[in-house]
């Protein structure tokens, strides 16, 4: 039988979610958990990938077992063994064939960013120096991301996808209170340090060092190396992820 588990993890002490060969992850530290409490060997699948420092207020992932369990004994004991940057919301049975990461119909991020100094707004905030943004004219840059599907400009390099194109169905800059912004970012999948490249190159826009114009030509160009800096992961979060819902029983 297959569950899905939806989870939250504050990524800061974490190599980002999958298994790395010399750094700690959130997929290793789960499976280790699941593991232990199933009693063998257990693989996790995610829905994707998050980056060093990421977090997800919502990350869904698979997994396998013989039999059928009792899923909120499994929930209770995984939140008792994990540690307390891991939560786990639920864990649900789906179909056999229901795929956390390819069955995903949409996901969801959030980067936030401040231009006051706050104490409280540092670990899950980027504090942009210098002058105010124009949030306004970052708006109009975003919307033109719908124009395209190709985002190799906005991809780290030399990964190992088959296609750079994304659908994108929202981006957007929201105004939460003051100076406290949100870009919010939503599409059918994401490539590797996409969101966090897109909003470094918009931030250049709200600064008035790019144009419109200059936008719309790094994504034409598909070249990494003509966009922005990648932002911090620390400010940027996994949100949502959408799934049909006739995949659960």
């Excluded at 995610?46 to 207020?57: I, K, P, Y």
């Excluded at 296609?163 to 912004?181: G, P, R, S, Y």
Aim: hydrophobic residues 40%; contains cysteine; glycine residues 6%.
């Amino acid at each position: 039988m297959r569950y899905f588990i939806e989870l939250a993890y504050d990524g800061s002490a974490y190599h980002g979610w999958q298994v790395q060969p010399n750094d700690i992850s959130v997929q290793e530290v789960l499976a280790g958990c699941l593991s232990t409490l199933l009693g063998k060997d257990t693989e996790i699948v995610g829905a994707g990938r998050t980056d060093a420092g990421v977090n997800a207020r919502l990350m869904v992932a698979h997994f396998d077992v013989g039999n059928e369990i009792d899923a909120d004994y499994l929930t209770d004991k995984l939140n008792r063994m994990l540690p307390s940057d891991i939560c786990i919301y639920r864990i649900r049975p789906v179909s056999d064939d229901a795929h956390a990461r390819f069955s995903a119909t949409y996901r969801t991020y959030h980067y936030y960013v401040h231009h006051k100094k706050n104490p409280f707004n540092r670990s899950y905030s980027y504090r942009v120096p210098g002058k105010e943004l124009d949030f306004e004219l970052m708006n109009r840059a975003a919307a033109i991301l719908f124009e395209y599907t190709d985002f190799t400009s906005f991809s780290k390099l030399h990964t190992d996808v088959k296609t750079n194109d994304c659908h994108i169905m929202q981006a957007e800059w929201v105004n939460l209170k003051e100076d406290e912004w949100m870009f919010v970012i939503q599409a059918n999948r994401f490539l590797r340090n996409m969101v966090r490249a897109i909003v470094g190159t918009l931030v250049e826009v709200g600064r008035g060092k790019l144009t419109l114009d200059g936008f719309r030509r790094i994504i034409e160009q598909k070249d990494r190396c003509s966009a922005g800096m990648s932002m911090p992961g620390n400010a940027l979060s996994l949100v949502d992820i959408g799934y049909p819902s006739d995949i659960y029983k």
